[in-house]
């Protein structure tokens, strides 16, 4: 080969390398600015990463749950906001007065419907739910039947029912608090509750659903459970009539823990979770696009933890998770943004919407508090021009050359 061919194709090689930096390099960051919620929390007031924390009503007032202290004892709250979020004022207190609760989950629905579910402790810990319609709390009520543990209620409103999953023991049978558990559904059906589905597809460990729904009103529900000895992260829809079954979404030969699901507007499903790969916990991305799952994307190296997905209207993936006792994040769009890191804090939980709107909680000298915060793409990189003007360049004189050399011999 002669050497004007050998460089035309070294020029091709470098505008090729030069172009693939500037795509991966074009993808927004992502910036916060906090702002304090409440004060005088449970340091692991906005745990589980499964359930989302934030709603949205139809009338613009945002809802935020949480756990903290009550005269001593751990309740289950919700605070709003009637100035999109610049400041929170208390709503109620889901939680029993003296009763243990935590956990707390909330969804919206048509005509401002706002419902609540959380666990209330006053046995081994069983689901409750309430909803506020026409400015009124309804008298809260346990969902879970039976007195077997349940527990970690995820929550939607589709076709304005409260649909409910949690883990718990099978209905029919009764399990010690620490035994195996299945994934469970159940939907309001008038001024009651349909007899509880099992999603999870054998009697090995199902733990911390997540749920989201479609454009179509599917449902969309994500967990992670004991799978050929280790647990792995699963999948299953529901149709309005019948759940499918599940599939295995994460790497068999790893441990998949932490599951977080969303849909954007294009109904493409995304999940996160937490994977093993040896001794490192780092956060694990896919989608599910036309059937199919994409390739895997780790999204951190380090010990990580929590992770929570979001979209907002434009279509862009937020991922954000605790790693160092810090909330970090990534943004897809064209692209995995580096990581940035929002502040400090842990177990952040997130709104899709025109602007994702997220929440975590953190330390102070004064003791654990909440904040949100939007979240803000602060544009791609200012090396991008650079490497396409260099991409461009190279690619030309790399055709020229080789053509040259081609014409010499």
Do not use: C
């Not at 994934?183 to 001024?191: A, D, F, N, P, S």
């Not at 849909?263 to 199919?292: A, C, F, K, P």
Request: glycine residues 10%.
């Amino acid at each position: 080969m002669n050497t004007l061919k050998l460089l035309g194709l070294g020029l091709l090689t470098v505008g090729a390398i030069l172009g693939v930096l500037a795509l991966t390099g074009s993808s927004d960051s992502v910036s916060a600015s906090p702002i304090v919620a409440v004060r005088g929390v449970s340091p692991d007031a906005t745990s589980d990463n499964g359930q989302r924390k934030l709603a949205r009503a139809d009338d613009g007032t945002l809802y935020l749950a949480y756990s903290g202290p009550i005269e001593g004892v751990e309740q289950a709250q919700v605070s709003f906001s009637l100035d999109n979020g610049q400041s929170w004022k208390p709503e109620t207190v889901l939680g029993q007065p003296g009763i243990w609760s935590d956990l707390p989950t909330l969804a919206t629905g048509p005509g401002g419907r706002l419902d609540a579910s959380w666990v209330d402790y006053i046995s081994v810990g069983h689901v409750w739910h309430s909803s506020k319609q026409a400015g009124e709390w309804s008298t809260p009520e346990k969902v879970s039947p039976g007195e077997h543990y349940a527990g970690f209620p995820a929550m939607v409103v589709a076709d304005d029912r409260a649909n409910l999953l949690w883990y718990a023991s099978p209905p029919d049978e009764r399990r010690e608090h620490g035994s195996a558990y299945e994934i469970l559904h159940t939907v309001e059906v008038g001024e009651a509750w349909s007899v509880p589905e099992l999603l999870s597809s054998s009697s090995e460990d199902a733990l911390n659903p997540s749920l989201a729904m479609s454009p179509d009103g599917a449902l969309e529900a994500a967990w992670f459970q004991v799978f050929q000895g280790s647990y792995g992260a699963q999948h299953a829809e529901y149709d309005g009539t019948s759940w499918a079954f599940p599939s295995l979404i994460s790497t068999r030969d790893q441990t998949a823990t932490g599951v977080s699901i969303d849909v954007d507007g294009e109904g493409t499903i995304h999940m996160v979770w937490e994977q093993t790969n040896e001794d490192t916990i780092g956060i694990t991305y896919s989608l599910l696009r036309d059937g199919e799952w994409s390739e895997q994307v780790q999204l951190s190296e380090s010990f990580s933890q929590d992770p929570v997905v979001a979209i907002d209207a434009d279509d862009r993936v937020y991922v954000l998770w605790t790693e160092d006792e810090e909330i970090r994040a990534r943004i897809w769009d064209e692209g995995w943004s580096p990581t940035t890191i929002l502040g400090p804090g842990t177990n952040p939980s997130s709104l899709s919407g025109d602007e994702v709107l997220t929440a975590w909680t953190r330390e102070t000298d004064a003791g654990p508090e909440v904040v949100t915060s939007y979240l803000e793409p602060t544009g791609g990189s200012d090396s991008t021009p650079f490497y396409l003007l260099g991409a461009l360049v190279a690619l030309i004189a790399g055709t020229v050359v080789l053509t040259a050399g081609n014409r010499r011999d």
